[in-house]
């Protein structure tokens, strides 16, 4: 069964460097999305993507993020200077248009 | 706002059924879902019921939906050891195709021998 693959699985990073989660949606979907969990918590909503544009962000998604999609297959969430608070676990997830969202297994990032 | 909630803990025994709760508040919601996680995982889809259905069963899973109530469960029959994980309910609106899921906080389902 296809799958949504992110890539790396955990990212260390220090506070105020640049950071780039990776993500491969299924192929023939054309909606992506962004997610992060805080540990312990509910996983919210970032922002979804379509048609090489951002069609919904919540408030969470401030300017340090941003999102991309580079080439055909790739999808690629952006912090430019990660805070502390940004230690998360990140999903990406996938959908025709029609329901429902296919899910990667996420991207453990930590901040020191 | 939007907001969906769940009881935080469930533990059963072993070959009984599970039944996990969740209320959400938007009326217009088109699609709810049950997504499971283990540990270290992500989240796996497990079934999704349309809101003008009341119920979906698949295999061991039954979904029913009160639209009055704003109430949604997840009957798991004959629990197994391997469904210990997180269930969380999602909802999401229809907005030309790209919705955005608002999740419940999961509820950590325990199964004992």
């Known amino acids: 069964e296809p799958e949504v693959t992110q890539t790396p699985s955990h990212q260390v990073t220090q506070m105020g460097q640049e950071v780039i989660l990776r993500c491969v949606p299924i192929s023939n979907h054309l909606y992506f999305y962004w997610y992060r969990q805080i540990l312990g918590q509910k996983v919210e909503f970032l922002v979804s993507f379509y048609n090489n544009e951002i069609s919904e962000k919540s408030e969470i998604f401030d300017d340090q993020f941003s999102v991309e999609r580079p080439d055909g297959s790739n999808f690629t969430l952006k912090i430019r200077s990660t805070k502390l608070e940004d230690s998360a676990m990140y999903f990406c997830?996938?959908?025709?248009?029609?329901?429902?969202?296919?899910f990667g297994d996420g991207t453990r990032l930590s901040i020191l | 706002g939007e907001d969906v909630e769940q009881s935080l803990f469930l533990s059963v025994r072993e070959g009984d059924s599970s039944v996990i709760n969740c209320t959400y508040t938007?009326?217009?919601?088109?699609?709810l879902y049950w997504y499971k996680q283990e540990p270290g995982a992500g989240l796996q889809l497990l079934t999704y019921i349309f809101s003008n259905m009341d119920m979906k069963q698949d295999q061991r899973l039954t979904v029913l939906l009160n639209k009055k109530d704003k109430h949604l469960s997840l009957r798991i029959a004959d629990t197994q050891t391997g469904d210990s994980a997180i269930y969380f309910c999602?909802?999401?609106?229809?907005?030309?195709?790209?919705?955005?899921?608002?999740f419940g906080a999961g509820t950590r389902l325990a199964v004992h021998p």
């Open positions: 999602a909802e999401s609106g229809f907005s030309g195709g790209y919705n955005k899921l608002i």
């Open positions: 938007d009326s217009s919601s088109t699609y």
């Open positions: 997830a996938s959908s025709t248009g029609g329901q429902p969202q296919h």
